[in-house]
């Protein structure tokens, strides 16, 4: 008999009864859970996740005939089925095929792809949602697509103790954890696949495409502490791709400013910087201005940092010094837009941009698909990609989006 358990609960109402014959009285609670536990026994909340186990709609990135035909002929051998393994300071991630016998033969059908995370650590349930997170956002990123991890399994026991559970016992606990979409929104996912994946930076149908498949993997999850802003930004902006408006303005911004190579830079170094405000602050007092002193500071601390337009500008040569490809793009164009989503981001924030007006849709689209072009090469740009890997980035839709409004 299956137990389960509900987490993240919400008490929607309360009442009591009474029974008029007996005088007995009756409680009723109504709760909403986000998310339900499901397994042999209860999962308690002492339990640390060790393993999760799940699904990315990403198959067709490792979609290999070759590989299925090997692994047909070899009759189900388990090295056929691995896809890859990566090692972190933080958990192990591996990849594998999963399939289904045929019935009438020893062939495979439904060829399809899972993920296991073990961690380094255990952790409480809920906080390992975190780690399944960091290796959907590498897939999104590369892909420029929303989508959500599904078929989530977590285990209280590593690989290794998980085995030998089964060779003592011949039983070990797994739970199944249900929250979200429901099985046929799953379903459609998978059949919707990730749409056009020729211009994503990683593949996984040859051995030298999976090996920097895996680096970039590695790079992407160290550096998780600082960029899981940006990341989680990032996603945002791809989960609005379908509408223009305040929202994705805002949210493009907000990925711009998580990413902390696209800070603005000083331009005047603090000796000279106290030099020069020590005398301000002395000026203003023989003119005796009527100017508190902080607001005097925090406007001249403006004026040591680089301008919007002297940053973009830096950061777009950043991104076009990479490769000669880049010379489609119009920089002082491209640094214009830039600049103005800096004033559209306020007028976003306070509502003042109306969208039914085309020339403010034209000026909203511009700045929205600028700063989402700059982002997504910005947060790939560190990241060990092989050459034939950057040929493909710069085709990434997110690029190519601003690229096709000129």
């Known amino acids: 008999m299956s137990n389960i358990s509900l987490y993240h609960s919400v008490c929607l109402y309360r009442s009591d009864n009474s029974s008029g014959s007996t005088g007995d009285r009756f409680y009723i609670q109504k709760f909403q859970s986000n ?5 042999d026994d209860r999962w308690r909340p002492e339990h640390k996740v060790r393993r999760i186990n799940f699904k990315l709609p990403v198959d067709r990135l490792f979609w290999n005939p070759t590989r299925f035909r090997s692994i047909e002929a070899a009759n189900f051998r388990q090295s056929d089925f691995e896809i890859f393994t990566v090692s972190t300071s933080k958990m192990n991630i591996s990849c594998y095929f999963t399939a289904k016998q045929m019935s009438w033969s020893e062939g495979f059908t439904d060829f399809s792809c899972e993920f296991q995370i073990e961690l380094t650590k255990g952790v409480p349930f809920g ?3 975190e780690f399944v997170a960091a290796v959907k956002w590498f897939f999104v990123g590369c ?16 690989i290794e103790q998980f085995i030998e559970e089964i060779e ?3 039983f070990a606990p797994e739970h199944v954890e249900l929250s979200g979409p429901n099985d046929e929104e799953i379903q459609n996912a998978v059949d ?5 994946i020729w211009a994503s930076p990683v593949k996984g149908d040859s051995n030298e495409e999976i090996e920097n498949m895996k680096q970039n993997l590695a790079a992407w999850v160290e550096r998780l502490d ?28 907000k990925w711009l400013e998580s990413i902390k190579t696209a800070n603005h830079q000083k331009i005047i170094d603090e000796v000279a910087y106290n030099d020069w405000l020590q005398e301000i602050l002395e000026k203003s007092k023989y003119y005796k201005l009527d100017v508190d002193e902080n607001r005097i500071i925090g406007a ?6 680089e301008s919007h337009r002297v940053r973009f500008e830096r950061l777009v040569e950043s991104i076009i010094s990479t490769d000669t490809r880049f010379q489609r793009v119009e920089v002082d164009r491209f640094v214009r837009d830039l600049s103005n989503s800096q004033s559209l981001r306020g007028k976003a924030a306070h509502s003042d941009i109306d969208l039914k007006k085309s020339d403010d849709i034209d000026e909203v689209a511009r700045a929205i698909f600028a700063v989402e ?28 989006a601003y690229l096709n409004l000129s």
């Not at 998310?35 to 397994?39: E, H, R």
């Not at 919707?192 to 056009?196: A, Y």
């Open 127 to 129: 906080e390992h949602h």
């Open 373 to 400: 072009a700059l982002c997504i090469q910005l947060t790939m740009l560190e990241l060990p990609w092989s050459d034939t890997a950057r040929e493909r980035l710069i085709g990434h839709k997110a690029f190519q």
């Open 226 to 253: 600082d960029w899981k802003e940006a990341y989680a930004h990032m996603e945002k902006c791809f989960m609005l791709r379908g509408e223009l408006s305040s929202e994705r303005l805002l949210s493009a911004c």
């Open 168 to 170: 003592n016992k011949g």
């Open 192 to 196: 919707d696949g990730v749409g056009i």
């Open 300 to 305: 001249v601390r403006v004026i040591q940092n």
């Open 35 to 39: 998310f339900a536990i499901i397994g």
């Open 143 to 158: 892909l420029g697509k929303s989508f959500n991890a599904f078929a989530l399994r977590i285990n209280r026991l590593t």
